[in-house]
């Protein structure tokens, strides 16, 4: 249980398109889910967190107008990288977190997808 | 804001251990998470950690004093699989966001 998917694993796009980047949870409903980007070789950096039906908080430094978030339902959650240009070349990452989840998970954990590569030309 | 600090690198032997130290300075705490990175990959859970002591899970053990703001994430009987990164991430408060640190490669060699 407790699965979560991306997509796409992998997008190649001109600079200033815009990008969605899709976060899925499979097998629960997630009422919360964060964002994140990583630079090679350096760690993550939480963009923002979206609780479902409400928008999204983002963290100081990040464009809320570039980085466009919707959690419109309990398992979807959508990046959007608008005018897209190659600094935001980068691994983004979905993390869900939320309930109907069975086993052990008692301690509020994230679970994370495979990540989306972003390279923009 | 939050200090979270781990070495960069450490490297060893298959079949040895290794010792990945965490130390953290945060207003709150409600848990301390390690998670593994394979490259290109997204970070999978290895351990949680909110009360003080050893919490043991096969190979991978991990430790932590909130008095010292400090955890250790240990890796036994090295594999060469092991080979990632490992992320140290903290929660200030319950139901919040993480905090990670910028990782420790291990490099295991044969």
């Known amino acids: 249980g407790a699965v979560v998917s991306q997509h796409p694993s992998r997008v190649i796009c001109k600079s200033g398109t815009s990008v969605k980047i899709e976060c899925r949870s499979l097998?629960?409903?997630?009422?919360?889910m964060f964002w994140y980007r990583q630079f090679p070789k350096q760690s993550l950096m939480l963009m923002a967190t979206?609780?479902?039906?409400?928008?999204?908080?983002?963290e100081q430094g990040v464009e809320k107008d570039k980085f466009l978030i919707n959690h419109a339902s309990l398992t979807l959650s959508t990046l959007t990288v608008t005018s897209a240009h190659p600094e935001d070349s980068s691994f983004y990452i979905c993390?869900?977190?939320?309930?109907?989840?069975?086993?052990?998970?008692?301690?509020?954990?994230?679970?994370f997808g495979p990540g989306t590569r972003l390279t923009v030309l | 804001g939050q200090n979270i600090d781990q070495p960069t690198e450490m490297t060893a032997t298959e079949g040895a251990i290794v010792q990945i130290n965490c130390t953290y300075q945060?207003?709150?705490?409600?848990?301390l998470f390690w998670y593994q990175q394979h490259a290109g990959e997204a970070p999978t859970f290895l351990s949680y950690?909110?009360?003080?002591g050893l919490e043991e899970k096969g190979r991978f053990s991990s430790f932590l004093s909130r008095s010292k703001g400090y955890s250790y994430l240990l890796l036994k009987e090295l594999q060469m699989k092991d080979s990632a990164s490992y992320l140290c991430?903290?929660?200030?408060?319950?139901?919040?966001?993480?905090?990670f640190g910028a990782g420790t490669q291990v490099v295991v060699t044969p």
């Open positions: 993390s869900a977190r939320g309930t109907g989840l069975a086993g052990g998970y008692s301690y509020n954990e994230q679970f």
């Open positions: 097998d629960f409903q997630a009422t919360t």
């Open positions: 979206s609780n479902e039906g409400s928008k999204a908080t983002y």
């Open positions: 945060t207003s709150g705490f409600n848990g």
């Open positions: 950690n909110v009360l003080d």
């Open positions: 991430a903290v929660r200030e408060r319950s139901w919040g966001k993480l905090q």
